[in-house]
């Protein structure tokens, strides 16, 4: 999983010296190259990626769980007894315990190949000086907990909003559907 802050900062540390272009420092090919795929694989290894993935995808998905199925049942207008969600929530944790491998290493393929496509080996290679530097280890060793924190402001945040996106969703429907039926009954 990507980390845009931590990405974007990377970049901003790694920009060339005043005065000087980024010809002079970087070639600029952002071809995939083998030796690009490799420099990224380097780079993921050198900012923990795959640990970072697996101590997220736990209490992210565990997350997205809880709301959808608070959703599902708000849409059905169901509610289901505490032991049923429990038990839910437990086989959907254990399904995502039994991908994480899987789907860590498909993750990790897929995010080098995407990081080879948009930067050089040489690059790649400066990025991962940088994620070396101590400020940007703590902010790797942290950074499961920090997006898990800033996804649950996010959602929580998102609720605050839906009663008046569902209120405005309704209007629509209900303007469509009077509509539909006068032009049916003309």
Excluded: C
Excluded at 13 to 36: I, M, V, W
Excluded at 80 to 85: G, I, V
Excluded at 105 to 110: M, P, W
Excluded at 139 to 148: K, R, V
């Amino acid at each position: 999983m990507t980390r845009p802050l931590l990405v974007g900062l990377a970049l901003i540390l790694s920009a060339p010296a005043h005065g000087q272009s980024p010809d002079q420092q970087f070639p600029t090919d952002n071809s995939t190259t083998e030796a690009a795929v490799e420099a990224s694989y380097r780079l993921l290894d050198s900012t923990g990626y795959d640990e970072q993935l697996k101590a997220t995808i736990g209490p992210m998905s565990l997350m997205v769980f809880d709301e959808m199925l608070l959703q599902s049942m708000k849409r059905e207008g169901v509610e289901l007894d505490d032991e049923l969600k429990q038990k839910l929530r437990a086989a959907f944790a254990e399904e995502m315990d039994q991908l994480v491998e899987e789907f860590t290493r498909d993750s990790r393929i897929e995010a080098g190949l995407v990081y080879a496509r948009y930067f050089s080996a040489s690059e790649l290679d400066r990025l991962t000086e940088i994620y070396r530097d101590p400020v940007m280890r703590k902010s790797l060793t942290i950074g499961p907990e920090l997006q898990t924190e800033l996804m649950t402001i996010g959602m929580d945040n998102m609720r605050k909003y839906q009663p008046g996106i569902e209120h405005r969703m309704k209007a629509v429907m209900e303007q469509y559907l009077s509509d539909l039926l006068a032009t049916e009954t003309s």
